[in-house]
């Protein structure tokens, strides 16, 4: 039997129920615009790459080169991936090539930037650390202090788009 609320299950009972009863009463999409009342505007795959390589360079100077950093629609939340953080070893001749690729779904960009940072954040994190460990929060909470919170808000968001289809109108 799945869930009632899968992008929460691991959360404290007292949080799904607050959530499940707005989602009752339909006031889960305003509860989550007035959180977060606007949207960024980055759109495009080249904007995405500033905005990721503008964080690296801010946090991370010294890790690994990223090859290819993009919006995929093809990574389904289904999957719980909201984005993709892949080691890519390709031939090139007689050497084997290594890069660093980020694919940020494409469900993300139409959100509040916050939910866009905490992806990336989440995302660059991998860099440094594989596994989700301690030093990768931690990383992630240096990166972005309100990472847990945003997390949630973004497991919220994921319930609320697939109980209702949309909460973030396009601009």
């Known amino acids: 039997m799945q869930h009632p609320l899968p992008?929460?299950?691991?959360?404290?009972?007292?949080?799904?129920?607050?959530?499940?009863?707005?989602?009752?009463?339909?006031?889960?999409?305003?509860?989550?615009?007035h959180r977060y009342p606007t949207t960024h505007k980055i759109a495009k795959d080249n904007d995405l790459r500033n905005y990721v390589m503008s964080l690296k360079n801010h946090y991370l100077k010294q890790s690994q080169p990223i090859s290819k950093i993009k919006y995929d629609s093809e990574i389904h939340i289904v999957n719980h991936a909201l984005g993709l953080h892949s080691y890519v070893s390709r031939v090139q001749g007689k050497k084997l090539k290594n890069k660093n690729e980020i694919r940020v779904s494409s469900?993300?960009?139409?959100?509040?930037?916050?939910?866009?940072?905490?992806?990336?954040?989440?995302?660059?994190?991998?860099?440094?650390?594989?596994?989700h460990n301690k030093a990768f929060y931690k990383l992630?909470?240096?990166?972005?202090?309100?990472?847990?919170?945003?997390?949630f808000d973004v497991r919220?968001?994921?319930t609320e788009l697939e109980?209702?289809?949309s909460v973030f109108t396009a601009c």
């Not at 992630?140 to 997390?151: F, N, V």
Request: proline share 3%; aromatic share 12%.
């Open 7 to 33: 992008y929460l299950a691991h959360y404290a009972e007292n949080l799904q129920s607050e959530i499940q009863k707005l989602l009752d009463q339909n006031k889960l999409g305003s509860w989550l615009r």
């Open 107 to 131: 469900l993300f960009k139409n959100t509040p930037e916050a939910f866009l940072n905490m992806i990336v954040v989440h995302e660059l994190a991998h860099l440094r650390e594989k596994e």
């Open 156 to 158: 919220v968001y994921l």
């Open 140 to 151: 992630c909470q240096y990166m972005l202090p309100d990472y847990h919170q945003i997390e």
């Open 163 to 165: 109980h209702s289809g």
